[in-house]
């Protein structure tokens, strides 16, 4: 299958309570998470993004055999495009080298920073890391671990989702806007 024109240059997606469901996570005693169960409907909207024709980065947090034991028993892990893992970069979430990272190695160019979406549970981390740069925030409303108010203007983001499949809905109405030509701000 042929890949679909797209306006929106690239997806980025965090793991935990964005894919897997943290609280089914099986560690060991060095913090690696050996399985978890998916979020419903996380695999669905993956392959639907691949399907589509959206690059694909994991920009996430922690060590990274946690993501290949968690993803690749569902087929998922070798759907992404770049891996941006903290492990392997030394910082976390919101810093900017991690999603530099991935920005650098999918070659989208500063100009398209604002047709790149992050996806993710964490307004401290995911939400506010992709406002600072200028992408297109949408935070995943699902887990009650984490905050669910900003705590402040940075972490307030441009779209909010209650179910990973939801996202598409988010995709459709972006890709509408682009390629109307009509999309200033995001509200």
């Known amino acids: 299958m042929l890949p679909v024109k797209t306006n929106i240059r690239a997806i980025f997606l965090d793991c935990g309570d964005t894919l897997v469901d943290e609280a089914t996570e099986v560690k060991t005693p060095a913090g690696v998470s050996l399985r978890a169960d998916l979020i419903p409907g996380a695999d669905e909207l993956m392959r639907q993004l691949k399907q589509r024709g959206y690059p694909l980065a994991l920009v996430a947090d922690g060590p990274a055999d946690t993501f290949t034991n968690n993803l690749h028993p569902y087929g998922l892990y070798d759907l992404f495009d770049v891996y941006a893992i903290s492990e392997h970069l030394g910082v976390d979430k919101p810093h900017p080298d991690i999603f530099h990272h991935a920005l650098q190695q999918l070659k989208i160019e500063p100009a398209n920073h604002g047709k790149v979406l992050m996806f993710g ?30 705590a402040d203007a940075s972490e307030v983001p441009q779209f909010t989702v209650k179910q990973p499949l939801d996202l598409l809905n988010v995709i459709d109405l972006l890709e509408q806007r682009f390629a109307g030509g009509s999309i200033t701000h995001l509200e």
Do not use: F, M, T
């Open 121 to 150: 549970n964490n307004l401290e981390r995911d939400v506010k890391g992709a406002n600072q740069l200028g992408l297109i925030s949408v935070w995943l409303d699902w887990s009650p671990r984490r905050s669910k108010i900003p």
